[in-house]
Each structure stands twice: as structure tokens, then as C-alpha cells.
């Protein structure tokens, strides 16, 4: 079975600096990744994917993530965040191989955005 | 946005008491998915369903049922609601799509449904 792994539970940085949210994971077979955004008080909503392909993805609001197949690693980056990028994250992996369709995912990381 | 809702989106009950939250979509997507969020454990799959009157456990199923007599409901039901089942509920849809000559699952989620067991 997969596992995901989100390191930091929490992130306070300052507004315009970068961030970095860790994401490790572990499976036996070939995975897809994704990043999910989830605001106060709402539902999850996707930020970006990655599937195959290039390492370097690019979500919206200016986040992008990087597969490292070697190190198991699905970082989330942003060079200069703003005070609304305060939300939680959350990583996810899903398995290519058979017929079930299901996500696991990480604890998450709050990310705070301090003026 | 993907057309997602979920009823009630708040609900006060007291311990004892049979529950069911109500997943409704539009998009005619052949799986949906049951959450509970709670903090420190991210998202734990209750149950899914992979089409009309098939359904699966997920990894936290104890304690809660599901059903699905049609493709856009998918109901969980809380029998016996207990003080641990407190947690904000989310439902999820997916269909299968190609992408780089492989089939994937992409997740949409509904607003959520916040429960309180007295």
C-alpha cells in the first residue's frame, strides 16, 4: 500500500518571502501526484498534478511542485506568497496499477502567510 | 466548479442517534468517495463506490454504511452516532481519464458537512 508523507505540520512565513511545503512518498508500483488547497471552511480543490513526464509542474496561483523519483519527493514551492495563500495543503498519491481508485493523503500543512 | 453538494452542511446530533449526510452530483462521475477531516490525520477514506450498488470499505469504516441506488446519490449513514464520529465529512467524485497513456483518478470535492456529536 502507498503512504504520504507531509513533514511540517505547520509553516508561518512572511509575505513575499518563498515557501517550500515537504511531501515524501512511498509505494511499490508507479504513482501520480497531487497537491489540493483547502481554504477556511471549504472543500479541497486541486492545484496541481503530476502524472509523467516532466518533473517540474505548474499549478495555479503561481505554485509549482517537483517529482523526485529518486528521493520520493513531491515539494510544493512558490517564490514570493501572499497573505490569501494562507490555507492548508495537502499532497495525495494515487497508483496507476489495478482497479482501485482511490487517493491517499497526507496529514497536510498549514500554511500561515504573516503580514 | 465541479456540481457538488452535500446536505446537511451542519448538523448537531446527540450521541445514540442514526445519521446520514447526503452526496449529490450532476456530473455523472462513476466514483464517489466518503471522507472524514480531522486534525493531524488529513483525510481518511470511509468508503467508496464504484458505481450503483457498488460500494467498499475504506480504512476507517467501522461504525458507518453507504449506499448508492443511483449515480449522482451516495448516502453514509451513521447508525449509532458515538462522540469520536465528530469530524467534518467530505464527498468526493472522480472518473477515470487518460493522461500521458495512462488511466488516472482525479478528485473533486464538495463543501463538506461539519458533524457534532453530543
Known amino acids: 500500500a502507498q503512504s504520504v508523507t507531509q513533514l511540517d505540520s505547520q509553516v508561518p512565513v512572511f509575505e513575499e518571502a518563498p515557501v517550500e511545503l515537504r511531501c515524501n512518498y512511498s509505494?511499490?508500483?508507479?504513482?501520480?501526484l497531487f497537491w489540493y488547497v483547502q481554504y477556511p471552511n471549504q472543500g479541497l480543490q486541486l492545484l496541481l498534478k503530476?502524472?509523467?513526464?516532466?518533473?517540474l509542474v505548474k499549478g495555479i496561483n503561481g505554485f509549482e511542485a517537483e517529482f523526485n523519483k529518486s528521493q520520493t519527493s513531491f515539494h510544493l514551492r512558490k517564490p514570493s506568497v501572499h497573505i490569501s495563500d494562507t490555507a492548508e495543503y495537502f499532497c495525495?498519491?494515487?497508483?496507476?496499477?489495478?482497479?482501485?481508485?482511490?487517493?491517499?493523503f497526507g496529514s497536510g500543512t498549514q500554511l500561515t502567510v504573516l503580514p | 466548479d465541479a456540481g457538488i453538494t452535500q446536505s446537511p452542511r451542519h448538523k448537531v446530533t446527540e450521541t445514540g442517534t442514526p445519521v446520514t449526510l447526503r452526496c449529490h452530483q450532476t456530473e455523472n462521475h462513476r466514483y464517489m468517495y466518503w471522507y472524514r477531516q480531522d486534525p493531524g490525520h488529513g483525510l481518511r477514506l470511509i468508503h467508496y463506490?464504484?458505481?450503483?450498488?457498488?460500494?467498499d470499505k475504506g480504512e476507517v469504516s467501522d461504525g458507518y454504511s453507504v449506499s448508492r441506488s443511483k449515480t449522482e446519490d451516495f448516502l453514509l449513514t451513521l447508525e449509532s452516532a458515538t462522540s469520536s464520529q465528530t469530524s467534518v465529512y467530505f464527498c468526493a467524485i472522480s472518473e477515470s481519464m487518460v493522461g500521458a497513456g495512462s488511466s488516472y483518478n482525479e478528485q473533486f470535492f464538495g463543501p463538506g458537512t461539519r458533524l457534532t456529536v453530543l
Open positions: 509505494s511499490s508500483v508507479s504513482v501520480y
Open positions: 503530476y502524472l509523467s513526464g516532466s518533473t
Open positions: 495525495a498519491v494515487g497508483i496507476y496499477s489495478g482497479s482501485a481508485r482511490q487517493l491517499t
Open positions: 463506490s464504484y458505481g450503483v450498488k457498488d460500494t
